[in-house]
């Protein structure tokens, strides 16, 4: 099956430099497997229990080191991002958390309580069109090794002594730094970062290494005088509005985040957008930065009007940004939108592919695993991008002709045509995995499911039209 950002997944992990040729056919074997059924669990995706030990023996072989598993993929990503005249890299960090009750080699604590660790990823979006994901740029994980100590109530941020390149928060930096030199200045890369990312020595080191960020805003920070952020913004009037969809969200209250998430329903919301620029001096607690200043420009957006019991939008984006019009504004908003791409992601990560409920014993092996389901999760986000915005491109885009004739035969709850499009394609695989028409458009989970159905369908067809001809 291809995509219309690349050819067949395989190519995700083609030509893996992993010291021996055996260990890269065991790769896309691999990967071939779990990328047919990612949902399931290896002992359901394994035919026999020799293929089970294959895998597990792949994940834990301590010559296979993650970084080269993921690399093809990086890649191949480059490649995609060099075609477009912009991108866009969105960054975020996510907790896995594993079952407590299994002493696997190599955990670490979590911020919120539990066992497992961070990674902190960069996932190139097209800003064109619809923002199309084309595949993950870097990976940076982390393990805390002792729970988070607290004076006062609060989490110790800063341990005396301890060099700037060792602080968890500066894994912005590095993976801005590393995916921004990866690609040829022929790209324009513009660097998306939520509020955790609100940093004054961020800004500093992003601005010395020439790199592009809208970054959304924590603290309302002083600017000259004793006036504040918020202060300077109140007094200037919004330059214009914009109808946006907001999508539902469950809320959770999670103490170790600047911010919780508040419940909110899907509504389409009017945005008031201020543009203005600023002079942000050096924090006082930051004097071993040698920058006294830096010039920003901001955009606020802001709605209004919010329906009862729901929170308002209010974002506050720092950049690098021109917002000399309305268009740069709102330009900037949209950037910012995309970020919502890797939490997405993330999604297909933790559920599409269950990473969290692999029964893998050591922090190398998840690793590994990890990597594998990265390009997966990317390809699952694709196709839930496609079965949403591909109505005019032809479903021979991502299937083959007989691929198209064997969902034709096997789909039920849509009619396919003689010439069917990605997006009916995509609808077809979805109700094979239980979507209904009236429920909307589909989600990633059910093209999945689908998707596991329709392999399995695909390969029985072959299997027995080779056997015919034997």
């Known amino acids: 099956m291809t995509n219309d950002h690349g050819s067949d997944l395989s190519d995700e992990f083609r030509d893996a430099k992993l010291g021996d040729p055996r260990r890269a056919r065991r790769l896309s074997w691999v990967a071939e497997r779990v990328g047919q059924s990612p949902g399931l669990s290896?002992?359901?995706?394994?035919?026999?229990?020799?293929?089970?030990?294959?895998?597990?023996?792949?994940?834990?072989?301590?010559?296979?080191?993650?970084?080269?598993?993921?690399?093809?993929?990086?890649?191949?990503?480059?490649?995609?991002?060099?075609?477009e005249p912009v991108v866009l890299v969105v960054h975020d960090t996510t907790e896995f958390s594993f079952a407590t009750e299994d002493a696997r080699e190599g955990m670490g604590y979590l911020k919120g309580g539990g066992r497992g660790f961070e990674g902190h990823f960069a996932l190139a979006v097209s800003p064109e069109g619809?923002?199309?994901?084309?595949?993950?740029?870097?990976?940076l994980p982390y393990v805390r090794e002792q729970r988070s100590q607290k004076i006062g109530g609060r989490p110790v941020k800063r341990v005396k002594g301890r060099p700037r390149e060792e602080l968890e928060a500066d894994r912005w930096r590095k993976l801005a730094v590393s995916t921004e030199r990866r690609i040829t200045e022929a790209t324009k890369k513009v660097h998306v970062m939520d509020s955790a990312a609100d940093s004054y020595p961020l800004f500093c080191e992003l601005i010395d290494a020439n790199i592009s960020f809208v970054i959304r805003g924590h603290y309302d920070r002083h600017l000259e005088g004793k006036k504040r952020l918020s202060e300077h913004l109140n007094t200037i009037e919004s330059r214009m509005f914009r109808e946006v969809p907001i999508s539902a969200r469950k809320g959770h209250a999670a103490k170790h985040r600047k911010r919780s998430a508040v419940t909110r329903n899907a509504r389409q919301a009017t945005l008031h957008i201020k543009a203005t620029s600023i002079e942000l001096p050096r924090p006082l607690h930051d004097k071993e930065i040698t920058m006294p200043s830096i010039s920003l420009n901001v955009v606020q957006v802001l709605e209004h009007d919010a329906p009862d019991g729901m929170a308002p939008v209010e974002w506050t984006l720092l950049t690098t940004e021109p917002v000399d019009t309305p268009e740069a504004a709102e330009r900037v908003v949209d950037?910012?939108?995309?970020?919502?791409?890797?939490?997405?992601?993330?999604?297909?990560?933790?559920?599409?592919?269950?990473?969290?409920?692999?029964?893998?014993?050591?922090?190398?092996?998840?690793?590994?695993?990890?990597?594998?389901?990265?390009?997966?999760?990317?390809?699952?986000?694709?196709?839930?991008?496609?079965?949403?915005t591909a109505e005019d491109v032809p479903a021979t885009d991502i299937l083959t002709s007989e691929e198209v004739v064997i969902l034709r035969v096997m789909s039920k709850r849509v009619r396919l045509g003689p010439s069917p499009t990605v997006q009916e394609a995509l609808c077809a695989i979805a109700g094979l995995g239980g979507h209904l028409k009236q429920n909307g458009p589909p989600g990633w989970q059910t093209i999945w499911a689908g998707f596991a159905t329709f392999s399995i369908a695909v390969e029985a067809w072959r299997a027995a039209k080779t056997s015919d001809q034997s």
Not at 358 to 378: C, D, E, F, G
């Open 130 to 139: 619809t923002g199309v994901p084309l595949g993950v740029l870097g990976m």
């Open 335 to 388: 950037m910012y939108r995309a970020r919502w791409r890797i939490e997405e992601f993330f999604k297909a990560l933790k559920t599409g592919c269950a990473y969290e409920s692999r029964q893998l014993m050591s922090m190398h092996a998840l690793l590994n695993a990890l990597a594998v389901l990265t390009p997966i999760a990317w390809r699952l986000l694709v196709l839930r991008h496609l079965s949403r």
């Open 42 to 83: 290896f002992p359901k995706i394994a035919s026999s229990p020799s293929e089970l030990e294959a895998m597990y023996r792949f994940f834990g072989n301590e010559q296979v080191e993650w970084q080269a598993v993921l690399a093809p993929h990086v890649e191949a990503t480059v490649a995609r991002c060099e075609a």
